[in-house]
């Protein structure tokens, strides 16, 4: 969210550093797009086929890359497609992190998914806030300082993810019953004997093992019923939403600046906090 956010003030400035028009600087956004539309569809088809854990601890490594080698960038015909590498680690990251919390609560517990979803407004408030700072302190180029802060906290973040274990429901998916119990003593050091938790994981796996389905039979099973009036609700309600979040967080400080708001980016930038603390 932070980096979503991010990209108001980097469009913003990239335009007055480097004279480009707006069709120039929408490059920035559509390649990010592209970036999430490819990293979705992968990143879940291999968190599916090899586990969340090698997905989950790879996802932010791929979002630094891509906004250390940005902060580099002499034009925005490079800065664009980092921002391909940056919009993978973004894609897999809201296809994966949601199912390994899901994966590891408890049942009676799951409801803190959506609590926890506080913390996207505190890193959507991370920009606007940075830009402040950077602002304050005439620190040029502030848009690269912004950006490479972003990948320090993503990097940051990325380290603890390898402490992070694979998720008990894929274990048991996959009918790896002893890495199950490895995990749930480990987990619980006071749970029962091991012969015992052995045979409940048993009993609690499933009996028949599916078969792996093509790319082609998982689409096509979304458009037939009884799955095609949702899938098409899906596509009208997210498409549209997504549609109206990049076009606020990516062009506020355009239609601000067009509609005469604020004498200079000070302003802009604390209308943009002022925005996202809203959110909470």
């Not at 990293?39 to 791929?62: C, E, I, Q, T, V």
């Amino acid at each position: 969210m932070g980096i979503e956010v991010g990209l108001g003030i980097l469009l913003n400035e990239i335009r007055q550093d480097w004279g480009i028009s707006y069709i120039q600087q929408s490059l920035v956004s559509v390649c990010t797009m592209i970036g999430v539309f490819i990293g979705s569809y992968y990143w879940g088809l291999m968190a599916d086929k090899h586990g969340r854990k090698p997905a989950f601890n790879k996802l932010l490594f791929f979002i630094t890359l891509g906004l250390f080698i940005g902060t580099l960038s002499p034009n925005v015909y490079m800065l664009a497609p980092c921002y391909i590498i940056a919009g993978f680690g973004i894609g897999g990251s809201f296809t994966v992190d949601g199912n390994v919390f899901l994966e590891y609560c408890p049942l009676d517990k799951q409801y803190l998914l959506t609590s926890i979803s506080i913390l996207s407004a505190v890193g959507a408030s991370l920009p606007p806030a940075l830009a402040l700072f950077f602002e304050v302190v005439n620190a040029p180029y502030q848009w690269r300082f912004v950006q490479g802060t972003l990948g320090l906290i993503a990097l940051a973040l990325a380290i603890p993810r390898f402490w992070i274990k694979e998720t008990p429901s894929f274990l048991i998916s996959k009918h790896k019953t002893t890495q199950i119990v490895d995990l749930l003593q480990d987990i619980n050091p006071n749970t029962v004997d091991r012969a015992s938790l052995y045979e409940q994981v048993v009993n609690a796996s499933p009996k028949v093992k599916l078969s792996e389905k093509t790319i082609k039979t998982q689409l096509l099973a979304l458009f037939r019923k009884p799955l095609r009036k949702y899938t098409l609700l899906y596509i009208f309600i997210w498409g549209l939403t997504s549609f109206t979040f990049i076009g606020v967080t990516s062009f506020l400080p355009v239609v601000l600046i067009r509609t005469g708001f604020g004498g200079n980016d000070v302003d802009i930038y604390t209308m943009m906090l002022y925005q996202e603390l809203g959110n909470f």
